[in-house]
């Protein structure tokens, strides 16, 4: 069984809480992801987008085969700014399976001590989108659309990664801006001890 991401814009303070975008709440022992990007023989230092946090007990009663943890926090970083409309963004990953360099996902055993780390603009202004909150609930195993766990939905990525769980599922999103080429999916991945991504187009 997955479960199926749903989002809500409420203005809410979602400090602490499971959401989609906004800015990471981060316990002290674990830093910011930053992708180093070679740009014309320097390195250059940029941050990850901010994807999403899952507190892992608003899922424990879905997750009915205990394959996460049911405390704590579970987060994802990648470098989706071009994917979002930043066509001049350093870190363009592209389609296929990413280096490791690209995404990031990061786990935190407690919810308590967390701090928000927020990354702005030269002028001030937050980097990436405004926070959304996520409820969740059962869907297929086998779902397009934004979810976690279950298998991939597209059939080309399941051949590739056979057994693998798709720990997050995300598609294309109009309201976001999010585009995946023509029309895509990107998948983090997991064995239960590995972590791959993969971006398909179709």
Known sequence: MAIRLRFKKNGRDLTGRSKMWGCPDLPDSLDYPEVTVNDDGELVYDPMTFVCQIRLEDIATLDTEDALPHQG????????????????????PGMGEWNERYFKVLYSPSCDGLHTHRI????GTQYGLKAEEISFEKCPDKQDGFKLLGRPYLDEIEELFPGWTSLLQL???DEWNLQFYDCGMLCFLTNGKDVKCYLHSF
Not at 76 to 90: E, W
Not at 120 to 123: L, S
């Open 171 to 173: 598609d294309c999103h």
């Open 120 to 123: 702005v603009y030269d002028d």
């Open 73 to 92: 926090m579970l987060y994802f970083f990648a470098s989706l700014d071009y994917f979002l409309g930043h066509f001049d963004a350093l870190a363009q």
